[in-house]
């Protein structure tokens, strides 16, 4: 009996997927719900798993085409059996071309970006070397494999150029990031933070913090609270223009801007203002988690008032972030690093960050800026005011 294997229903607003690599070979075995391709649209990656157990005997859309939602991607053949061509091409293999093609069938236990990472670099996974003990691979599994490839890898020249087909979510980022430029009068304004007093006390409450919640206090969740005090003092920057009108959010939804292997991705701290620091903590280290792993939802990223960038985390000093469309703001960190300053008369060494704050200038005037920026500063430099937990 045959099944067909069809694309799920991903979003509202999505109609149309890529199939961006088959998991399964024609011909290949697998059991109910193991993911048997992975697709892409323009805003997720997610793996459709097998419907029924059974066997793959047609593939319908090849990797790189494109899909309607509820389009038929594959034909499976619930009863095992394989069609007779395929047979025939078999019994024509020999017994090293099987083998070849088993290790590279992705039966070992893997994310879509360590999968990625190994179509890319052409690898034959059954050489890459194994940390864990559950046999799942990891990308830092294949990172080293590459920084000690075999003799005939390293023999291998590679080409001038390469052309790669941009991705649905390459474009999309693109596409957003011109519109809005094109669309608001972008500003930003700038300022720097003390983070001392944030420092002293993730060292003082680390222990209590990790027992208590179970997961690190880390610098973003203070900036998640000020940005939230902030916004309610200044409704402007958590606003957005909708044709000729000014829509103003009583909600607080913070986009955590995450940088993955296929881009920038912006998931979305929903109700931050009614969440505790362990609790905003644990969701951002489940966005990261579910970034990396290709994971992350529709719902995860939808919405969002006003983001957070954190460009520090890559080394960067200063930069002015592009508006996170239909937003009007977005703040973004930066590198931390022991400077000179003046306090009271005397110069001290003390931990400083940059801060930029981009904002829509049709909406947001000069002043609502640099308030809102100096009040983030404000609240940061005297963490006291910022309540830990509930």
Known sequence: MSVELIVPTLGESITEATVSKWLKNIGDSFDIDEPLVEIETDKITV????????????????AGEDVKIGGVLAIINESNKVAKSKIENDNNKDDKQLTKEKKNSFKVKSSPAVRKLIDENNLDISNVKISRDDG????????????????????????????VKMSKIRKTIASRLKESQNTAAILTTFNEVDMSG????????????????????????????????????????????????????????????????????????????????????????????????GTLTVKDLSGGTFTISNGGVYGSMLSTPIINSPQSGILGMHNIIKRAVVINDEIVIRPMMYLALSYDHRIIDGK??????????????DPSKIILGN
């Open 47 to 62: 793996e459709v798993p097998a419907p029924k157990a059974g066997q793959l005997s047609e593939i319908k859309i090849k």
């Open 136 to 163: 799942r691979i990891t990308k830092e599994d294949v990172l080293n494999h590459l920084k000690s490839p075999t003799d005939s890898q390293t023999s291998e020249k590679k080409e001038r150029e390469e052309v």
């Open 198 to 293: 944030i420092i002293d006390i993730r060292e003082a409450k680390k222990d209590h913090f990790k027992e208590r919640y179970g997961v690190k206090l880390g610098f973003m969740s203070f900036f998640v609270k000020a940005v939230v005090e902030c916004l309610k003092e200044f409704p402007a920057v958590n606003a957005e223009i909708k044709d000729d009108m000014i829509v103003y959010k009583n909600h607080f939804d913070i986009g955590i801007a995450v940088g993955t292997e296929k881009g920038l991705v912006v998931p979305v701290l929903k109700d931050a203002d009614e969440k505790t620091f362990g609790e905003i903590e644990k969701n951002i280290l489940d966005f990261s988690n579910k970034a990396k792993e």
């Open 368 to 381: 609502e800026s640099v308030g809102f920026l100096v009040n983030v500063k404000k609240l940061l430099e």
